[in-house]
């Protein structure tokens, strides 16, 4: 079983506190808080592969395509 104050410990935004209270965030539908693995993965990608997926035949193009074909 998984053990949710541990997951929860993934997600830096829930460590917040809203007035004085712990952060419980359930507007999925509009957006999903992202674990500090994703944000990792997606600060790194922005910074070193930014490019269109699929759409180009230049360098970055193939490389951003490559890594979302691998992911």
Not at 23 to 51: C, E, R, W
């Amino acid at each position: 079983m998984i053990d949710s104050f541990v997951l929860k410990n993934d997600f830096p935004i829930l460590s917040r506190s809203i007035h004085g209270k712990p952060l419980v965030y359930l507007d999925n539908g509009a957006t999903s808080q992202k674990p500090q693995a994703v944000i990792d993965a997606m600060s790194t990608f922005q910074s070193t592969h930014n490019a269109n997926v699929h759409r180009g035949i230049h360098t970055l193009s193939e490389e951003a395509t490559a890594k979302y074909e691998a992911s």
